[in-house]
């Protein structure tokens, strides 16, 4: 059973950097077939995606986020992250990592989420 | 707002059938069977329920399906039961941004 665990700090400062790992158990991030992805939630709000990488090197981000974001994939640990810069308070929310259906053509279609972990931006 | 449109609320007795639409352009929902649904309960993780569009992943009842018109997909709930009551989520695959999601449809069971 697959299982991914977002981890990283719950307090960034404006205009600093915010980091997070998400950390896939059960099975290989290196598989032909998986895409993983990054979705957020203002408390309150709903879901917005961030961007989806193959480990492969591939990566798609939302237009809105393109310019701060980098979503990298670490073979070697398992695990990917995600780097958003120059952070305001609007960056804040929850953050989930997730999979791609493997095998679907769809970019819509994550089956494994992890259970999401909050990061407020604050000074 | 959102690039998808989506109802605030829908609400159904327990049995009954409940229908979320979901309304996109020809750019996006209208033109790719790459349309999914989540379902969200309060303080989890969204779960994945439908995607292209009707295609039910394993352990999701069939209770839920997934259909969609012109520019309008719709997620249905049949025989309505009190777990199901949660917040909806739709999403599209859309050119200009690759992935779109509705503002979302919080579901009451009555």
């Known amino acids: 059973q697959l299982h991914l665990q977002e981890s990283g700090p719950g307090l960034v400062k404006p205009s600093e950097t915010l980091s997070l790992t998400c950390t896939v158990s059960g099975g290989s991030i290196s598989s032909s077939s998986y895409y993983w992805g990054w979705i957020r939630q203002p408390p309150g709000k709903g879901l917005e995606w961030i961007g989806t990488a193959y480990y492969g090197g591939n990566s798609f981000y939302n237009p809105s986020l393109k310019r701060r974001v980098t979503i990298s994939v670490d073979t070697s640990n398992n695990h990917f992250s995600l780097k958003l810069r120059s952070v305001t308070a609007a960056d804040t929310a929850v953050y989930f990592c997730?999979?791609?259906?493997?095998?679907?053509?769809?970019?819509?279609?994550?089956?494994?989420w992890g259970q999401g972990t909050l990061v407020t931006v604050s000074s | 707002q959102s690039a998808l449109t989506q109802p605030p609320s829908a609400s159904g007795s327990p049995g009954q059938s409940v229908t979320i639409s979901c309304t996109g352009t020809?750019?996006?929902?209208?033109?790719?069977?790459?349309v999914s649904w989540y379902q969200q309960h309060p303080g989890e993780a969204p779960k994945l329920m439908i995607y292209?569009?009707?295609k039910r992943p394993s352990g999701v009842p069939d209770r839920f399906s997934g259909s969609k018109s012109g520019n309008t997909a719709s997620l249905t709930v049949s025989g309505l039961q009190a777990e199901d009551e949660a917040d909806y989520y739709c999403?599209?695959?859309?050119?200009?941004?690759?992935?779109?999601f509705g503002g979302g449809t919080k579901l009451t069971a009555l």
């Open positions: 999403a599209s695959y859309a050119p200009s941004t690759n992935l779109v």
């Open positions: 292209e569009v009707s």
């Open positions: 020809s750019s996006d929902v209208g033109a790719y069977n790459f």
């Open positions: 997730a999979r791609r259906v493997p095998g679907s053509g769809s970019p819509t279609s994550f089956d494994y």
